[in-house]
Structures are given as C-alpha cells and as structure tokens.
C-alpha cells in the first residue's frame, strides 16, 4: 500500500500564490507517475498537472503557464507551484500517485487539500 499526505492548501486572494506538497509512504516502490487532481462542488475530478518518474510533465490547459508541478524521487515528493491564482481554481486538490507493476496499474489518493481563491 501506499499513503500520500498532501499539505500546503488554504485561502489565497486572487492574484496569488499557493504551494501544495504530497509524501508517499509505506511501499513505494515502482511508483511511476505521480500527480495532482482538483476537484469543485458539484463538478468531477480533473487532472491538473501530472509528473512521471523521469521527470516528464503534463498541464490542464487551464493552468498551463501558472502552475509547476516538480518531483523529488529521492524524499517520495511531489510539489505543485500555483501561481496567478484566480477564484476558479477553488477546489479540493488530490494527489495521486501510479504504481506500475507488470502489466497492472495502481492507483492511490490522498484525502486532500482544500484551495480556495477570493475574488
């Protein structure tokens, strides 16, 4: 199993920056890639930004040019940089993380992080 623990969410005016961590523990070996998701009231769970183990990254078009998603494999950390935050970027903010073994996948959340952006 794995455990991920997301810190850094809060309350943030429009403009602003936030920075979101997330800790894997427990048995993390063959952990692939790693990612954040958000999720609004009312809407389902969309990929923000997501990072492999050799560093290559995928953005939402939404937060491309805001948003910096970075990877520690060596302390079992990935970060998300927000920036230019705006009041559509509330939302719960999940982490997830990949493993693969052989030919399965395996996924794993964290319980989230609350952000949200005052206009």
């Known amino acids: 199993q794995v455990q991920l623990v997301e810190s850094g969410g809060g309350l943030v005016q429009a403009g602003g920056s936030l920075r979101l961590s997330c800790v894997a523990s427990g048995t993390i070996f063959s952990i692939d890639a790693m990612g954040w998701y958000r999720q609004a009231p009312g809407k389902q769970r969309d990929l923000v930004a997501s990072?492999?183990?050799?560093?290559?990254?995928n953005y939402a078009d939404s937060v491309k040019g805001r948003y910096t998603i970075s990877r520690d494999n060596a302390k079992n950390t990935v970060s998300l940089q927000m920036n230019s935050l705006k009041p559509e970027d509330t939302a719960v903010y999940y982490c997830k993380a990949t493993k693969s073994i052989g030919f399965r996948f395996y996924d794993y959340w964290g319980q989230g992080t609350q952000v949200t952006v005052s206009s």
């Open positions: 990072i492999t183990s050799g560093g290559s990254t």
